[in-house]
Nanobody
Framework: VQLQASGGGLVQAGGSLTLSCAAA????????IGWYRQAPGKQRELVAV???????NYADSVKGRFTISRDSAKNTVYLQLNSLKAEDTAVYYC?????????????WGQGTLVTVSS
């Protein structure tokens, strides 16, 4: 599985952005795709995840502001970021977890930088 993340940029506080994560390759084996972020000096943290069945989960810090969704026909997962805050500034990474014959693998896309100015 290969992942291509895009959509980051500079936005003012209160603004919105949409991140995209396009998957290619053995997408049939993907069990979930998630968005993570890493701010300077901090550990990478889970932001949101969507399973192959469509269930979603969010970090408490983004609930009500961010929405993860998918377009199965395009093998693309989106993260809609609304009401952005300065503390949302980070490099955002998408992750695809796949399972083939019981072997679980994680694949990461390149990061996309989101900068929120206050």
């Amino acid at each position: 599985v290969q992942l291509q993340a895009s959509g980051g940029g500079l936005v003012q506080a209160g603004g919105s952005l949409t991140l995209s994560c396009a998957a290619a390759g053995s997408t049939f084996a993907i069990t979930s795709i998630g968005w993570y972020r890493q701010a300077p000096g901090k550990q990478r943290e889970l932001v949101a995840v969507i399973s192959s069945g469509g269930s979603t989960n969010y970090a408490d810090s983004v609930k009500g502001r961010f929405t993860i969704s998918r377009d199965s026909a395009k093998n693309t997962v989106y993260l809609q970021l609304n009401s952005l805050k300065a503390e949302d500034t980070a490099v955002y990474y998408c992750n695809a977890r796949s399972s083939v014959h019981g072997v679980v693998r994680d694949r990461w896309g390149q990061g996309t930088l989101v900068t929120v100015s206050s």
